[in-house]
């Protein structure tokens, strides 16, 4: 009977590690696909900027 109740909590224990398992690797790739949005909204932003520069100078030559 204690080799049982030892052997099933031993299954349980396998069993909740491979849940924590799939669960850290589910964050995992959740956190690498959420910097990979922040790197393409960050180089958007940049591109952004840039044309913003770029059409102030244009406004400014066509002023003068």
């Known amino acids: 009977a204690e080799l049982e109740r030892k052997s099933s ?3 349980r224990a396998k069993q909740e ?3 924590l398992g799939q669960e850290k ?4 790739d959740k ?3 959420l910097s990979r949005q922040v790197d ?4 958007m932003l ?15 030559h066509k002023q003068q």
């Open 31 to 33: 956190a690498s696909e």
């Open 40 to 43: 393409v909204s960050v180089e």
């Open 46 to 60: 940049a591109n952004l900027k840039q044309d913003l520069v770029n059409k102030e100078a244009e406004l400014n």
């Open 9 to 11: 909590e031993l299954e």
């Open 17 to 19: 590690s491979e849940r």
């Open 25 to 28: 690797q589910d964050l995992e």
